[in-house]
């Protein structure tokens, strides 16, 4: 059983996402934007042992399509090479926010266990295939941008640190963060009142 199964079967998956996020952005005291691709891989290196290996490619060059069999909507290709190896191919034409995102997401499916090694992974921005990769993008978003910082967006803040975020966030990545999600596994279903009258 994977820790995704694991925790699915006793709580829902905002309630997972959320605290999956917080403890990791905790471990790696990780803020929104702060971190480039280099620092944040660094850290996470230095923090859990793994290793990343980044290769940053032309997505249009008939050769890059070929030898890793892109298709159109594709933004970045992974490969799961050991334990806790990784090599990533980035389009080099996408913003290096879009890359920092989707390096989490490609993390993302291995801290949830959904690869296991000589997978590969070809993952979008925008589109989604899978369950999995539905999944990975809100681990993503999640430790890229919080429904709490958005909401006070939103709201009209005033707070310079939150102004800063939202100054870096590419739109494309606050439509991810406006997704309404279906959640699997269990919600609480019980009231106060009901639980004293038992």
Do not use: H
Not at 43 to 55: E, L, P, R, V
Not at 59 to 66: A, D, Q, T, Y
Request: proline share 2%; aromatic share 16%.
């Amino acid at each position: 059983m994977g820790k995704y199964d694991f925790f699915n079967s006793i709580i829902d998956d905002e309630s997972f996402v959320k605290y999956l996020a917080v403890m990791i952005k905790s471990d790696l005291l990780m803020g929104s934007f702060e971190d480039d691709l280099r620092i944040l891989s660094n850290k996470i290196k230095a923090q859990y042992g793994y290793s990343f290996d980044f290769d940053y490619l032309d997505f249009k060059n008939k050769k890059v399509i070929s030898d890793y069999e892109l298709n159109p909507n594709d933004d970045v290709y992974a490969q799961k090479i050991d334990d806790k190896r990784i090599y990533i191919v980035f389009n080099k034409r996408l913003k290096s926010n879009f890359n920092r995102y989707l390096f989490l997401k490609v993390w993302a499916y291995d801290i949830l266990d959904l690869w296991k090694k000589g997978d590969t992974l070809f993952l979008s921005i925008n589109n989604n295939s899978t369950d999995n990769d539905i999944l990975a993008e809100r681990v993503a978003i999640e430790m890229t941008l919080t429904r709490w910082q958005l909401k006070l967006y939103d709201d009209g803040t005033i707070d310079p640190s939150l102004q800063r975020i939202f100054y870096f966030c590419e739109p494309e990545l606050l439509e991810i963060r406006r997704k309404n999600y279906f959640d699997k596994g269990p919600t609480r279903n019980w009231s106060l009142l009901s639980i004293r009258r038992l």
